[in-house]
Nanobody, 113 residues
Framework: QVQLVESGGGLVQPGGSLRLSCAASGRLFRLNTMAWYRQAPGLEREFVTAISSGGSTNYGDSVKGRFTISRDNAKNTVYPQMNSLKPEDTAVYYC???????WGQGTQVTVSS
């Protein structure tokens, strides 16, 4: 059983930054690619970013150059750093063990002045 707990969401002004966290239970964390998705009201869930067990990263086109993902295997945690936030980044952000049915509960990010 894997549990994922997200945190770090909130309200931020356009141009601001937030750092989310996803803490995972289970000994297999360091073997898995961890991903983040987001879903805005009325829209489909969208891929945001992912990081492999070896540290290779991948980003959705809408966040390239603004978001950076990292992981701390000792803490079983992944961290998307989100900079230069835009109103269109407003969504619920979800952590996922990529390719699995394990999802976190989501954390709300709202970008608004």
């Amino acid at each position: 059983q894997v549990q994922l707990v997200e945190s770090g969401g909130g309200l931020v002004q356009p141009g601001g930054s937030l750092r989310l966290s996803c803490a995972a239970s289970g000994r297999l964390f360091r073997l898995n690619t961890m991903a983040w998705y987001r879903q805005a009201p009325g829209l489909e869930r969208e891929f945001v970013t992912a990081i492999s067990s070896g540290g290779s990263t991948n980003y959705g086109d809408s966040v390239k150059g603004r978001f950076t993902i990292s992981r701390d295997n000792a803490k079983n945690t992944v961290y998307p750093q989100m900079n230069s936030l835009k109103p269109e980044d407003t969504a619920v952000y979800y952590c996922n063990v990529m390719g699995s049915g394990y999802w976190g509960q989501g954390t709300q990010v709202t970008v608004s002045s």
